[in-house]
């Protein structure tokens, strides 16, 4: 299981499951949205991980037209 930790101002550590944090069940759909193809990786990469790794399915939906891309066409 995956566990959070986060320090609350006041020192004390909080540990939680990221499925107990979001009030799912294993199985549950779970939907990234990014702007670019990149940010999913990148950005919300450990969470991805850490999601799929709690048995949630993982969904990412990239909203881009790919027109301002780093890749040349081929």
């Known amino acids: 299981m995956t566990r959070i930790h986060v320090r609350s101002s006041a ?4 540990v939680a499951s990221l499925r107990k944090v979001l ?5 549950a759909n779970i939907l990234f ?6 940010d999913a990786a ?3 990469g450990m969470l991805v991980a850490a999601a799929a790794q709690e048995g ?7 909203a881009s ?8 066409e081929a």
Do not use: F, K, Q, T
Request: proline share 3%; aromatic share 4%.
């Open 42 to 44: 990148i950005g919300a």
């Open 23 to 27: 009030g799912l069940e294993r199985g």
């Open 11 to 14: 020192g004390c550590r909080i």
């Open 56 to 62: 949630l399915v993982v969904h990412i939906g990239i």
């Open 33 to 38: 949205l990014c702007p670019h193809d990149d």
């Open 65 to 72: 037209d790919g027109s301002m891309g780093y890749c040349d």
